[in-house]
Nanobody, 122 residues
Framework: QLQASGGGLVQAGGSLRLSCAASGRSSSSYGMGWFRQAPGKEREFVAAISWNSNTKYYADSVKGRFTISRDNAKNTMSLQMNSLKPEDTAVYYC?????????????????WGQGTLVTVSS
């Protein structure tokens, strides 16, 4: 089970840190990722990380502003979001896949959290 948290309302240019806590089993052997869904749009890839943090992928739209990380000892994954823009407004979902590798496609993930809302005001 995945639980995302940390969303909220922030002004443009501000920062937020999202967290994803995994329970029920160790997440250390799972690739994990963040996706988001803006109002009226389809869910899209944001960032992904391999089991050992050696591989990280980012969507072009967030590259240089967002940083994905994980702490396998605590069964958590984080997304540090800086320089936020109104177009970053969305529900953010964390996901895990039964593979140690990172992946960017939604279809490659097996487990999903419930989502946390991020609203960036202009």
């Amino acid at each position: 089970q995945l639980q995302a948290s940390g969303g909220g309302l922030v002004q443009a240019g501000g920062s937020l840190r999202l967290s994803c806590a995994a329970s029920g089993r160790s997440s250390s052997s799972y690739g994990m990722g963040w996706f988001r869904q803006a109002p009226g749009k389809e869910r899209e890839f944001v960032a992904a990380i391999s089991w050992n943090s050696n591989t990280k992928y980012y969507a072009d739209s967030v590259k240089g502003r967002f940083t994905i990380s994980r702490d396998n000892a605590k069964n958590t994954m984080s997304l540090q979001m800086n320089s936020l823009k109104p177009e970053d407004t969305a529900v953010y979902y964390c996901a895990a896949r039964r593979s140690i590798l990172a992946a960017t496609a939604e279809s490659q993930y097996d487990y999903w959290g419930q989502g946390t809302l991020v609203t960036v005001s202009s």
